[in-house]
């Protein structure tokens, strides 16, 4: 199995700060690999797949970069919508595992 | 517009058995790769199974043997049937579609809980 790896596991920043998370996988995974937001209470939202194409309605702060293993999910300039809960996902082959999960609060 | 409806969630005994199903509108099951998520209290989400639109299916270890996946064109539904159940499996679980060829899901229901507690 793919084991995918997020960090950092929590991340406090402020309104218009930059922030990077990255997602490693265990194993060459192409570009095979997706971001999701989560808020609390809420199912997940499709950020990024491919790695880096945004999906339709998604502000352009939000980047995706990375191929094979290393990938970073950036924004460039938070705002107050964006405190959330990140996760990555591989799609390379099944089982379709999901990082542990990256908590993004407000300092 | 794409909308996924789950119910069936429920309290259920360890060993019981439950039913899970998602209702889709706006598109075809059979047209995309449809799976199950889930997701433990306080904690990540956790892929189930895969049903790929050409009828295959696929499972995580965690579930292989004790859950099935399948399909209903005629309702346009997507089905999880648990058995065996353990306390470990107590969480949401979420009907989520997949692209036509790859399995990200680009669509999500709103989650029904299943807790498995004596």
């Known amino acids: 199995d793919i084991q995918m790896t997020q960090s950092p596991s929590s991340l406090s920043a402020s309104v218009g700060d930059r922030v990077t998370i990255t997602c490693r996988a265990s194993q060459d995974i192409s570009n095979s690999l997706a971001w999701y937001q989560q808020k609390p209470g809420k199912a997940p939202k499709l950020l990024f797949y491919a790695a880096s194409r945004l999906e339709s309605g998604v502000p352009s702060r939000f980047s995706g970069s990375g191929s094979g293993t290393d990938f970073t999910l950036t924004i460039s300039s938070l705002q107050p919508e964006d405190f959330a809960t990140y996760y990555c996902?591989?799609?390379?082959?099944?089982?379709?595992?999901f990082g542990q999960g990256t908590k993004l609060e407000i300092k | 517009e794409v909308q996924l409806v789950e119910t069936g969630g429920d309290l259920v005994q360890p060993g019981g058995s439950l039913r899970l199903s998602c209702a889709a509108s706006g598109f075809k099951v059979s047209d995309n790769y449809m799976s199950w998520v889930r997701q433990a209290p306080g904690k990540g989400l956790e892929w189930v199974s895969v049903?790929?639109?050409?009828?295959?299916?696929s499972y995580a270890d965690s579930v292989q043997g004790r859950f099935t996946i399948s399909r209903d064109k005629s309702k346009n539904t997507l089905v999880l049937q648990m058995n065996s159940l353990r306390a470990e499996d107590t969480a949401v679980y979420y009907c989520?579609?997949?692209?036509?060829?790859?399995?990200?899901?680009?669509?999500w229901g709103q989650g029904t809980l299943v807790t498995v507690s004596s």
């Open positions: 996902q591989q799609y390379y082959s099944a089982p379709y595992t």
């Open positions: 989520a579609r997949g692209a036509m060829t790859h399995n990200y899901f680009d669509y």
């Open positions: 049903f790929y639109s050409g009828g295959a299916t």
